[in-house]
């Protein structure tokens, strides 16, 4: 008799949970170095807030103030945006904290420069007079192409509804490198608006709020982006969404290992997401 061995037994396929959403923002991050997203967005692990990080937010929350009032007729007077500020500055540095200052002087001259580049752009041509289209809108929109809905918080949107994302930064920008680098996130505000109204923005903007020591608000603009634009961002976004299902995580070294946080921890990798 002829022995016959048992057929292989097929081991299932896993099956991979798609992520409820994908915002530009995760996006970026997990194409930028797939393991910092997984400390820093999957596992959560805690970090204190960058000096950096602490200020945008701080100014972004003046901003909302100032185009809330407008829109809505509130307080938009520089002293009530001042006031806003100060606030949110020290609300911020207590219930999300801590900051990573490296001392008390380092923390005044941060709080300084976020009230300067705030009045910066009171006093600047590009500041919003007229009554916004949105302040601070969230959109979660079916994409074609997309596995999962887009998400986004757009800063402003103008009446014309071209979205404007703030930005701060403590030197002057290249246009071309700023568009270029945020190409994907205001591509993204283009796909969403165009699924909410039907529309196409005229362009998409950047404000950058400089901290120089005397503050610049310098804005950049980008056309409306065509079927290639749009399609190549649609794959990008997908490729994140199809990495974090499938749990794929790893190093990927370059010039952003010189500040990241999870450092340590990424020195600790051995192979797999564990």
């Known amino acids: 008799m002829i022995a ?85 500055f020290m609300t911020m540095e207590r219930d999300e904290g801590p900051v990573s200052w490296k001392d008390e002087k380092a923390r005044n001259k941060a709080h300084a420069d976020g009230l300067r580049v705030v009045a910066a752009y009171l006093d600047s041509p590009g500041v919003l007079k007229e009554s916004p289209k949105a302040v601070e809108v969230f959109l979660r929109e079916e994409i074609d192409g997309l596995s999962v809905p887009l998400t986004g918080a757009i800063d402003l949107v103008r009446q014309d509804l071209v979205p404007v994302d703030f930005k701060t930064s403590a030197s002057k920008p290249d246009p071309a490198t700023a568009a270029f680098d945020h190409e994907l996130q205001l591509v993204c505000y283009q796909l969403m608006i165009e699924k909410a109204t039907g529309k196409t923005p005229p362009a998409l903007d950047l404000l950058f709020l400089v901290k120089t020591k005397t503050p610049q608000v310098i804005p950049v603009s980008i056309a409306p982006a065509d079927e290639h634009r749009k399609q190549r961002a649609v794959k990008m976004l997908e490729t994140a969404v199809q990495g974090i299902a499938e749990e794929r995580f790893h190093p990927q070294p370059g010039m952003h290992c010189s500040w990241c946080s999870f450092r340590n921890e990424c020195g600790k990798w051995k192979g797999d997401a564990a």
Do not use: M, N
Not at 22 to 43: E, H, M, N, Q, W
Not at 53 to 64: F, I, N, R, S
């Open 4 to 88: 016959v061995a048992d057929p292989p037994t097929k081991v299932p396929d896993k099956v991979h949970a798609l992520p409820d959403h994908i915002s530009p923002t995760a996006a970026k991050d997990y194409l930028g170095c797939s393991l910092r997203f997984f400390f820093g967005r999957v596992l959560a692990i805690p970090q204190a807030t960058s000096p950096a990080l602490h200020l945008g937010k701080c100014v972004h929350a003046a901003l909302q103030h100032y185009h809330l009032a407008v829109w809505r007729g509130g307080d938009a007077s520089p002293e009530a945006v001042t006031q806003a500020y100060e606030d949110i």
